[in-house]
């Protein structure tokens, strides 16, 4: 079939609503996304530092904090209901509207339509209404912090009956609770918006010769992030609705018969709250994957850039995506090895999840064999590429432990969990996106940011990981429940502390190192050196047009794709990168 094409043809929004809030124009949109996700990091940090100072010094009183929270913080010590309020906030806050929301929406938003010659979106209209939705998704959960009884202690996973019942069970679970559920749903019919119309752009909006097959991999990595979300936001968006209707219309989705709460027996009778978790974890492990496969994307396009090599194996690469995402529906039950459910349906998610280590191998291998030999050039994104790789590695090792319906009847709910997820979802995706932004900066604001800051940034974050999250691995193994604030209400625990303080100075350390890349990025697009059309030399279609791009991409010119995505060092070239819109090579190659 031949790529259709549509160039639009409308004049650029001269106000200043139209052009920069609501704009819809790709370019924005997806800086408008990048930048809520930015805020939302920096608060999502902040939170966990004060878990990690709580965790690491339990008896301190924290005279300046109690200042700022005078509820949080009555008498100058955390509350652990307050931890548990952290705890969520900085949870939900973190997967939604970091990880789900810089990598698809952010870099995917402003990179799809470039990197397939298209001048936008497919609707733009819905894609502003899109980010729309999820910045009231935000102030919704924002607003959880303010009201009476504060912020929700369910956690980012909602459990039931805790997050049913209301302001009964505890502090944050009246009105903070019903914010958090509002503004999941709210998320979820953004991302749904937001999925179609990336999947649309992606089926129609290719240019003159830009087969499937000659699409950069972060294309299929955000193609395929949209079908998992198209599929995994509406079972959670269910839920939420089934979910608000137990706290709020006296329906029992949820809760048991003969619950007894504050020393009353709840009037509410048949409902389940497994049923809830599988609602969740049916989404929620896709949700990983939602996180992870556009850093993989990135990851793949920028190591060979910058190893001047085509990516080992393409086609591996893109059945891999694909066999990842379809895999990552069948496993969400290793979230409920210990929920009391049948051991033979547990010893069947055990095997579907190690089965995900052959697609994640293949890609690992993949990315080594598109280093291996090259001619590297150790720039900050090619950096936190390479760190990418490492955390990746790292937590899916710990991954094949806790698959085990065997090995995590121990480790769950321990801080095995905790260092696991961190290094694999958490700062994994936040690599990539770091990747993504030393490596797009150029592109998207016409400067260049400063490589030695960024080297930095990446030495004390990539140490600083590892400092952090290793440790807590060891925590696991002592038998550290995690979602607990009191590091030293059991005897056992008491030889962690020392532990704890080398974790929550770590974190510190890494917290004032992402200052560094703070000032960077806002210094260098104002100060930066003029970036040229191409800086890395790349390949791929979103380097055939001026840095930054004009209103509609590419000036109104169709471009025409002679080539694959990673045509570096082929023999016979003139020279060692070929990009997709030259001409055909007049040697034969491959
Ligand atoms: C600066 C780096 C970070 C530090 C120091 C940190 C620290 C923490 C701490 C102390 C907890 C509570 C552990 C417990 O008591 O169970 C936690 C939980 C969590 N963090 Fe982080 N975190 C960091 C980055 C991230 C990132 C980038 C993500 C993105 C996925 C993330 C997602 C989560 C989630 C989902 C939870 C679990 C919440 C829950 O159980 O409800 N964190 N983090
Ligand atoms: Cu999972």
């Known amino acids: 079939m031949e790529p ?6 409308h004049a650029p929004p001269s106000s ?16 408008q996304y990048y930048f809520l996700a930015l805020v939302a990091a920096f608060i999502g940090m902040g939170l966990s530092l004060l878990m990690r100072i709580k965790l690491a010094w339990p008896t301190e009183t924290w005279p300046t904090l109690a200042a700022l929270f005078p509820e949080g913080f009555a008498g100058g010590q955390m509350k652990p209901e307050f931890y548990l309020a952290m705890l969520t906030m900085h949870g939900t806050i973190m997967v939604f509207f970091v990880l789900t929301t810089a990598p698809q929406g952010g870099f995917g938003n402003y990179f799809l339509p470039m990197q397939i010659g298209a001048a936008d979106m497919a609707f733009p209209v819905l894609n502003m209404l899109s980010f729309w939705f999820t910045f009231v998704g935000f102030v919704v959960l924002m607003a959880a912090f303010f009201v009476t009884g504060g912020a929700p202690i369910s956690g980012w996973t909602g459990y039931p009956p805790l997050s049913a019942l209301g302001q009964i069970a505890g502090p944050g679970l009246g009105l903070g609770q019903d914010l958090w559920v509002i503004s999941i749903a709210i998320f979820c019919v953004a991302s749904l918006l937001g999925a179609l119309n990336f999947i649309s752009t992606m089926l129609n909006m290719r240019t003159k010769g830009l087969d499937l097959f000659k699409l950069p991999l972060t294309c299929w990595a955000w193609f395929t992030t949209a079908v998992l979300a198209l599929l995994a936001f509406p079972v959670l968006l269910a839920g939420g609705v089934l979910l608000l209707l137990d706290r709020n219309a006296g329906s029992s989705f949820f809760l048991p018969e003969g619950l007894i709460v504050s020393g009353k027996v709840i009037n509410r009778s048949g409902g389940s709250p497994i049923l809830w978790q599988h609602l969740f974890w049916y989404f929620g492990h896709p949700e990983v994957y939602i996180a992870i496969l556009p850093g993989m994307g990135a990851t793949s396009q920028i190591l060979a850039t910058f190893a001047r090599k085509p990516v080992y194996g393409y086609r591996a690469m893109v059945i ?25 349906s547990g010893l069947a998610f055990s095997v579907i999840t190690l089965t995900i280590g052959i697609p994640s191998a293949i890609k690992t291998f993949n990315w080594l064999g598109t280093l291996w030999g090259g001619r590297i050039r150790f720039t900050s994104a ?18 094949m432990v806790l698959g085990q319906s065997s090995l995590d009847l121990f480790y769950h709910d321990t801080y095995f969990v905790v260092g696991h997820f961190h290094m694999i979802m958490g700062v994994a995706a936040i ?24 080297r930095l940034h990446f030495w004390l974050s ?9 440790p807590m691995h060891i925590l696991g193994v002592m038998g550290h429940p995690r979602r607990y604030a009191q590091s030293t209400a059991y005897e056992f625990l008491g030889s962690a502390l020392p532990l704890h303080e080398f974790i929550t100075v770590a974190a510190i350390i890494m917290a004032l190192g992402q200052f560094i890349f703070l000032f960077n990025l806002f210094w260098s697009m104002k100060k930066g050196a003029k970036a040229p059309d191409n800086p890395w030399e790349a390949t791929t279609l979103e380097w055939a047009t001026s840095s930054p791009p004009p209103f509609d991409n590419f000036g109104g010119r169709q471009l025409v794709v002679h080539h694959g995505p990673y045509e570096y060092s082929v023999p016979g070239a003139p020279k060692d990168y070929i990009m997709q819109t030259d001409p055909p090579l007049a040697v034969a190659k491959h």
């Open 382 to 399: 090619m950096l936190f590429s390479i760190g990418f790789v490492s955390l990746f590695v790292s937590g899916g090792v710990t991954g």
């Open 431 to 454: 690599f990539a996106m770091f990747a993504g932004t030393y490596y797009w900066f150029p592109k998207m604001f016409g400067r260049m940011m400063h490589e030695g800051l960024g």
């Open 16 to 31: 200043f609503i139209r052009k920069y809030i609501f704009s819809t124009d790709h370019k924005i949109i997806g800086l």
């Open 462 to 470: 990539f140490i600083g990981v590892y400092a952090i999250f290793v």
């Open 4 to 9: 259709t094409t549509t160039i639009h043809h």
């Open 320 to 344: 891999a995506i694909f066999a990842i995402g379809l895999l990552g529906f069948f496993v969400w039950g290793h979230h409920m090895f210990v929920s009391g459910m049948s051991p033979f």
